[in-house]
């Protein structure tokens, strides 16, 4: 296939038209509920394609964001000059903010959550090893 992206964007186009025609899609708010659907679908589908990787660790120094409209329903995409970290603690975004300086933020997972508050003495008030407690 002499240039890829050309029949990709034939296929989507083709595909896309049927979706529209098929969802009634007549104003933004119904597209972009499709356009919603079809991105999740997508993800979905290569996740099934990327298969069962057991990905400790994930690192981009872009990320894409989607966003919908709540006035009118309409999906954006952003590429965003963010640095982006994943590991099974969360996740952590760096960038800029308005001043230019170093700016980032952090998402917990629930695992981690719970770490932090038992580190700092605001978890349950017991031992995770039964029996190996000093309270026991």
């Not at 119904?30 to 990905?55: C, F, K, P, V």
């Not at 009118?72 to 760096?94: A, F, H, I, K, M």
């Amino acid at each position: 296939m002499e240039n890829l992206y050309q029949e990709i964007e034939l296929q989507v186009a083709r595909l896309l038209d049927y979706l529209m025609a098929a969802a009634g899609a007549e104003d933004p708010r119904q597209s972009g509920e499709l356009h919603r659907q079809i991105l999740q679908a997508l993800d979905a589908r290569m996740e099934l394609l990327y298969g069962n990787a057991d990905t400790e660790y994930i690192r981009a120094s872009q990320v894409t964001v989607h966003v919908q409209d709540e006035a009118d329903g309409r999906v954006y995409s952003r590429l965003l000059p963010l640095t982006y970290r994943e590991n099974s603690n969360g996740l952590v975004l760096r960038g800029e903010n308005v001043s230019g300086e170093p700016s980032e933020i952090v998402f917990f997972s629930e695992t981690a959550a719970d770490k932090v508050s038992d580190i700092t003495g605001q978890g349950e008030d017991h031992s995770p090893c039964k029996g190996h407690g000093l309270h026991e």
